[in-house]
């Protein structure tokens, strides 16, 4: 089997054997000063794929681990085989992982770090979704300091594949059902009926987990931007939000955003930023500078959360992880601002940021 090879910054105190998430999945085996890491399998739901991960394991079995690290989810294929094996299981969050596997690829000590990790999903310490997290973090622990609101994900995961789900969670918290009444080209296309059955998983919790999750937030806005309520297969809404956003060059100025404090974490609310985006399709506004100005607005995020932390713990290193950061124009948007403000930002240097950087980030966390 071909496998990467990544040196760590640190000596690993035992072999461990690291198995990844559910999707984008890659096992990844560390010792010494060393990871190596299998190849992507793209779906563990997958039978083919899930036969590789297998035989991957296997090959990695014979290096003896002593520990073995998994997600923290416990319906992910991968943690589940993970439970099989005959030795000690180190569960890893999610989030914290991918911090870490971008600290491993930049070959950062155990300073702590501004981490930022957005993506779709992943389970937090609390059971609940998380994908838009402000991590304060080293390979040792993580304090989740900063998050984005949470909206319930109406019939679960299947608001992942019907945008359109989020989007009307987001207007109903806004506008109660007011929203239906909007006179938006996605709006006409709601099923009343259809609604009336989301609304009541919205105020019973029915089958609605809650969701901080930047690749959500990502969807609820392409489907009110480009009237679209569906999409075949996850983040194609986002996509093709960005390659709109990009056909807009000139100058444009973030939507509002509030951001509040609760418990030690500040939450980021965008509702204001959906109050804005709806007046600016209502007065026909372009949708390439719309979308441009959700974007830049994911990005003044990032920077004004950034310099809350920097002044609170007088952390001035960030580092970027998670699927969310595939979007180039964010990414750049992102790094340009928070270069302005003099931060020191940590991208991926090997691996993707997306879930196939997991597992080193789960080996860097058991065997620190």
Known sequence: MKVNRIKLPFKIKKPVLALGPQAKNSVCFAKGHFAYLSPVRPDLSNIKDFLKFQSAVRYFLKKSPEIIACDLHPEYESTKYARQLSLPVYPIQHHHAHIASCMVENYLGNEKVIGVA????????????????????????????????????????????????????????????????????????????????????????FNSPLASSMGRLFDAAASVVLAKDKANFEAELAIELERTARRYTLPAIAYKFVISRNKGSYIINPAPMFKEMVFDLKSKEAKEKIANRFHLTVAQMIRKISLILRQETHINKVVLSGGVFQNNLLLCMALDLLYKEDFKVYTHKYLSCNDSCICLGEAALAGF
């Open 118 to 205: 957005f993506d779709g999903t992943g389970l937090g310490s609390d059971n609940n979704i998380w994908g838009a997290e402000f991590l304060i973090c080293n390979y040792k622990d993580f304090q989740r300091a900063a998050y984005l609101k949470e909206v319930p994900l109406l019939g679960g995961e299947s608001a992942i594949l019907e945008p359109a789900r989020v989007t009307q969670a987001w207007l109903y918290s806004i506008y109660k059902d007011k929203f239906l009444d909007l006179k938006l080209d996605w709006a006409k296309k709601i099923d009343k009926k259809k609604w009336q059955v989301l609304k009541n998983m919205y105020l019973t919790g």
